[in-house]
């Protein structure tokens, strides 16, 4: 690995990402670059073949990214995800096998949970995963893995005599198949597969977790690295939005008259100011907490995720008023936002189910 700033890397691929999104790929090379900067599983300790970095450096990185292109923040999200499960619940066994490979980018992770019903609720995944003599049978199929197409080995929510497991799956075994997607709303070059796996049969240390373990440990896990990477990511996004409306806004001119010198242009550049800053805040917040372990961490994370996405989409909508028929060209960042802001509301905790974890939250602080 080698030592590149992410912001730097960022913008020398910035020209790219338009054509990726056309695409609908984020190219091969350009994952091993990423791989070969140390950006892929940053924050594992270095015993583990990380770059140990903090959760705000981690953050960071993933602004970085997400003002650039969405899909490239998915990349560093799921192999952190797989990477933070495998660290905190996984074997020495399986830390030393898994760990420096993911780090590396020799081995590239999918994350497979959704299932046609079970969505936010995954409780209700009907994969299984059947043990018999020194072996775990798999059979089931996922929805909408990031970067399932390319994914080396998936983390497999599924139930094993009824209790929720976690197993690795690696993507050549038998009775694999990758079904890529193609013409999604947004993330179009995350590489998207459904995976279906028909007996696909691995070793039993491949479980990770004990079973019953394999939700409200294992995928929370998961799921909790997940958001603090969105939530950042979104930030970048909601950013890379309002420069690009400051500088539309400030170069155009209708009329004789700046678009900038609009009382209308200058509100809306305002709100999005304000919320762009108070997005950056919470996710600031988010990283404290977790630097320090402190309990509230997982809320505050929660919080940073919800605030950060619902910024990203109304600050991805006011700048595409702003630029007007200009954000609705095929290579407009804008209007590529405005497709990946919906997705990021929907990942990793739906709006809807955030709300109600933070109400939970909220009722802590009653008189």
């Keep these: 690995m080698t030592t590149v700033d992410s912001a730097a890397f960022a913008d020398s691929v910035r020209p790219d990402a338009a054509d990726w999104d056309a695409r609908g790929a ?16 940053a924050d594992l300790p270095a015993s583990a073949g990380g770059a140990g970095r903090t959760p705000a450096e981690l953050g960071e990185l993933c602004a970085d990214f997400g003002g650039v292109c969405s899909s490239l923040r998915a990349l560093v999200t799921v192999q952190g995800m797989v990477a933070a499960a495998v660290l905190r619940w996984g074997t020495d066994g399986q830390r030393a096998r898994w760990l420096p490979a993911l780090a590396r980018g020799d081995v590239l992770a999918g994350f497979a949970a959704t299932e046609p019903g079970a969505g936010s609720d995954l409780s209700a995944v009907t994969t299984s995963a059947v043990r018999e003599a020194g072996r775990v049978r798999v059979r089931g199929r996922k929805l909408w893995v990031t970067f399932g197409e390319v994914a080396d080995v998936f983390l497999v929510l599924a139930a094993c005599a009824g209790r929720p497991v976690t197993v690795l799956v690696e993507a050549g075994r038998p009775g694999t198949t990758v079904e890529p997607v193609r013409g999604q709303l947004g993330m179009r070059a995350a590489r998207l597969a459904h995976v279906r796996f028909d007996d696909v049969t691995v070793p039993a240390e491949n479980l990770l977790a004990p079973p019953g373990f394999g939700l409200s440990h294992v995928v929370a896990t998961a799921l909790d690295h997940g958001r603090f990477t969105v939530a950042w990511g979104c930030a970048g996004l909601a950013e890379t939005c309002l420069r690009t409306a400051a500088g539309h806004a400030a170069d155009r001119v209708q009329g004789g008259t700046r678009l900038a010198d609009l009382q209308a242009v200058r509100a809306l550049l305002g709100r999005s100011l304000a919320d762009v800053t108070a997005a950056r805040e919470l996710c600031a917040r988010a990283a404290a907490l ?16 919800y605030v950060a996405a619902t910024t990203a989409a109304a600050v991805a909508d006011r700048a595409g008023q702003v630029l007007g028929a200009a ?12 497709r990946d802001a919906k997705v990021m509301r929907i990942i990793e905790g739906a709006d809807e189910v955030a709300e109600q974890q933070l109400g939970e939250y909220a009722l802590r602080w009653r008189p």
Excluded: I, Y
């Excluded at 984020?26 to 599983?41: D, I, R, S």
């Excluded at 954000?327 to 405005?338: E, K, M, Q, T, Y």
């Design 26 to 41: 984020v190219p091969a090379e350009v994952v091993k670059a990423v791989a070969h900067a140390g950006f892929l599983a």
């Design 290 to 305: 977790r630097e320090n372990g402190d309990p509230e961490a997982v809320a505050g994370t929660v919080l940073a995720k």
């Design 327 to 338: 954000g609705c060209a095929g290579d407009s960042p804008v209007g590529r936002f405005f």
